[in-house]
């Protein structure tokens, strides 16, 4: 291994806005089972139709309502 890198010329990786997390997240059966069934009609992996349903929460900044009965 070189004892010295040159990052005069290095450039910024133009996929990094776009990098994931790993997480573990507790998500009820029924939700799973509903993402699932919307991932066989669209094509689309179901833990991708997830992202993607957060990404736009977060797009819109949607605000949780919650309303305990």
Do not use: H
């Not at 040159?6 to 998500?27: D, G």
Request: glycine content about 2%; hydrophobic content about 35%.
């Amino acid at each position: 291994m070189r004892g010295e890198y040159a990052f005069a010329n290095a450039k910024k990786n133009p996929y990094a806005k776009k990098l994931t997390k790993q997480i573990t997240i507790n998500i009820n059966n029924e939700t799973v089972a509903y993402f699932k069934e919307q991932a066989e009609q669209s094509g689309i992996p179901y833990q991708m139709l997830i992202n993607l349903y957060l990404t736009d929460c977060v797009k819109n900044k949607r605000k949780v309502s919650l309303a305990w009965k």
